[in-house]
């Protein structure tokens, strides 16, 4: 079995007067696609929220690489090597591609501090980006804006990547390109948890997955164990990943 980069052991969060995680238990081991998975309002943004420190877990443990996360600043956690994507993809619209990238690199001040070679990868997988280098980021479109996300997360080499709904409107086409870097990404031994409500991506992807359900982990196992037990599916989904083929 993978060591472990990141657990959470019981951990609670309230946001104001709403208490949303209810104990969260999560192991993400290194080196693995772990899928984050479960109904609208399970606590799954929540909870990549709280990893970040972007809120502050009430209870709880979080640790990665054995280390203590809990009540560090999210910039601090950043520099461990822990990258986000949001649902809302967090770029900036009104600066140009190179521009989003540039910022979300912490070793470059301008675009001649960045890594060539890395960014030759980062085209390799994105080559829209490429073409559209100098364009605003607000005139992408939702896949090209989705790419520039990941592009921002993978700038520099990170541990961990946190991501968010990335297929969430997008056609398919441009989600099979998603698989094929993120499949790329794992193959560097860069570890994933993902978000996601496209059940044949998280199928295409997922090593490990974990259920939520009001605030806690309800299941956690293969992902290839749930993809083949309909039964499952509708117990802790309410759907079935058949239906989706």
């Known amino acids: ?124 997988l994105f080559p829209a980006l490429k073409k559209f280098w100098l364009y605003p980021a607000g005139k992408l479109s939702g896949g090209q804006k989705q790419m520039l996300a990941v592009a921002r997360a993978i700038c520099e080499p990170r541990a961990l990547i946190l991501i968010d709904e990335p297929s969430k409107g997008l056609a398919p086409s441009i989600i099979q390109n998603l698989i094929s870097a993120f499949r790329e990404l794992k193959s560097q031994r860069t570890t994933l948890l993902l978000v996601e409500q496209n059940f044949m991506m998280a199928k295409a992807l997922g090593d490990g997955v974990a259920v939520m359900d009001n605030g806690r982990v309800v299941h956690r196992g293969a992902m290839r164990e749930l993809a083949e037990d309909e039964t499952m599916q509708q117990r802790l989904l309410g759907l079935s990943l058949g239906a989706h083929q």
Do not use: C
């Open 1 to 124: 079995m993978s060591n472990s980069l990141l657990e959470l052991s019981g951990v609670h969060t309230h946001i104001g007067a709403y208490h949303i995680l209810h104990g969260v238990d999560l192991v993400v081991p290194e080196g693995e696609v772990t899928m984050l998975l479960g109904r609208n309002g399970a606590g799954k943004t929540t909870t990549l929220r709280t990893i970040m420190g972007l809120w502050q877990a009430s209870a709880g443990e979080l640790r990665f690489r054995g280390q203590s996360l809990k009540g560090q600043a999210t910039p601090d956690i950043a520099a461990r090597g822990i990258a986000y994507v949001p649902e809302n993809m967090g770029i900036f619209t009104d600066l140009t591609v190179k521009e989003n990238i540039v910022l979300a690199a912490r070793a470059a001040r301008h675009e001649g501090e960045l890594d060539a070679a890395r960014l030759e990868w980062i085209f390799g």
